[in-house]
């Protein structure tokens, strides 16, 4: 075997150049899917203290929003709704006129080239802020999955490119592809969130998008965090039940599973930076602790070389920004 000093692996570092012929691990713009928060009204942008940077905006304002986003050549945005009423079953959800349903086609008809993918929950609709309907004291799973089919469908009657339940209950991805396909909807893909952990990183998109649970926690339905095996079997069902890709959720602290999601499947693998983790680099960074570029990129990279395909990421902006200029 060659050894040092024949063997010197620091030539192939030397110069930019010939580090960049050489990576094995490329981000692209192509990669990433931004998440837009969209407010219930009109003439409304509300800045979002624990994500600075980013706000929610009404339907109407969506326009420059997505104009600017299509510039960048980001492929997709993601929605999540604010509804001015709230109820026990989360009608503003699935209501044809909803926050949700007006944003879709708003983007649509402002720039028809950008995918729009619909978050499909009843948390930011629901007046207790869990994720369906409530039977002594927990979210009954059978009685949700008529509410999400009923969300999703009216996400595609608005014109929704790809529907993603991440409600975790069990057996939702097949009723949304029955649901989808017997109304003439075949072809809209279901982006799974498969495998969603109980995290604490997401308090800062809870302040976001209203949804905080008024009461216990979700950890009866979403992942306890120390399990990879049986997010593998997540995984699995959702592929079984019909979803077209799959996610797992948060991602920096699950590049492990994002990892054996991969090596075990090879349906299209989302992964989602979540709003802990823009907050804490935004935060270092304005403290001025480390280069929110460098480590945004690094982050970025690290994500895609556990096997994501895809990013969905708050820093999409910047980001491709970022990666057109390298």
Known sequence: MSSFPLTRLRRLRCSEALRRLVRETKVEVDDLVYPLFVIEGSKIRQEISSMPGLCRCSPDLLPQEVEGIARLTIPAVILFGIPQRKDDSGSSAYHPDGVIQQAIRTIKKTTPELLVVSDVCLCEYTSHGHCGVIVDGDVDNDKTLELLTKTALSHAEAGVDIVAPSDMMDGRVRAIRQALDKNGFQSVPVLAYAAKYASAFYGPFREAAESAPQFGDRRSYQMDPP????????????????????????????????????????????????????????????????????????????????????????????????????
């Not at 095996?229 to 039940?241: M, W």
């Not at 699950?254 to 090596?263: A, H, N, Q, T, W």
């Open 227 to 326: 399990n990879w095996r049986e997010a593998l079997r997540e995984v699995e069902q959702d592929i079984a039940e019909g979803a077209d890709m799959v996610m797992v959720k948060p991602a920096l602290a699950y590049l492990d599973v994002i990892r054996k999601v991969r090596d075990t499947f090879n349906h299209p693998l989302a992964a989602y930076s979540v709003s802990g983790e823009y907050a804490m680099i935004k935060a270092a960074a304005q403290q001025g602790w480390l280069d929110e570029r460098r480590i945004v990129l690094e982050t970025l990279t690290a994500i895609k070389r556990a096997g994501a395909d895809i990013i969905i990421t708050y820093y999409a902006r910047e980001a491709a920004h970022w990666l057109t200029s390298m």
